[in-house]
């Protein structure tokens, strides 16, 4: 099974600040990489899927990367809404997997 | 709009079985494959399964394999996880979803497993 390990798995942050959250995986594959931010008590929603496709009606501030085994995910200017945790999840083989999450905090 | 609703969750002793339904509608549910993922309390998110779109094809994790059952309806627009053998861990929110990277999620359906 192909490991996801984010990091980090907590940041403190301020609005305005620009935001890396990174995706390190066990094995290499192309672009099969999805983004997702979670909030308290809701699902997930899907901010990047193929590694850098910017899912429809999501900011532009949310920009994805990576190939291989580093992807990341970068918020180019916080805001309030974006503290959430955040996840990765890889769907290039079974079993699908996904990064053990990143909470972003209000500093 | 797409809707995904979740049942059948509830308190369950352990050893016991539970089935999980998710009716969807708003999309052409037979052209999709669906996916359950779970996230116990105060966890992160777990894949469990995924079913392709004719219902030929499915994948479970390690950690239900043998124990749970993803399978469809595409006549009923319905997506079913048939989980026997149900221990403590499995307790979560169980979440159906449209796809393999989803953009589309349930609102979850609670499972607690405990005697």
């Known amino acids: 099974a192909i490991q996801l390990t984010q990091s980090p798995s907590s940041l403190s942050a301020s609005v305005g600040d620009r935001v890396t959250i990174t995706c390190r995986a066990s094995?290499?594959?192309?672009?099969?990489l999805a983004w997702y931010q979670q909030k308290p008590g809701k699902a997930p929603k899907l901010l990047i899927y193929?590694?850098?496709s910017l899912e429809s009606g999501v900011p532009s501030r949310f920009s994805g990367s990576g190939s291989g085994t580093d992807f990341t995910l970068t918020i180019s200017s916080l805001q309030p809404e974006d503290f959430a945790t955040y996840y990765c999840q890889q769907f290039n083989s079974y079993p699908i997997t996904f990064g053990q999450g990143t909470r972003l905090e209000i500093k | 709009d797409v809707q995904l609703l979740e049942s059948g969750g509830g308190l369950v002793q352990p050893g016991g079985s539970l089935r999980l339904s998710c009716a969807a509608s708003?999309?052409?549910?037979?052209?999709?494959?669906m996916t359950w993922v779970r996230q116990a309390p105060g966890k992160g998110l777990e894949w469990v399964s995924v079913v392709s779109a004719n219902g030929g094809n499915t994948y479970h994790a390690d950690s239900v394999k043998g124990r749970f059952t993803i399978s469809r309806d595409n006549s009923k627009n319905t997506l079913y996880l048939q989980m026997n053998s149900l221990r403590a861990e499995d307790t979560a929110v169980y979440f159906c979803a449209q796809g393999l990277f989803p953009r589309y999620w349930g609102q979850g359906a609670l499972v607690t497993v405990s005697s």
């Open positions: 193929d590694a850098s």
């Open positions: 708003g999309f052409t549910f037979s052209n999709y494959a």
């Open positions: 094995q290499g594959f192309s672009s099969t």
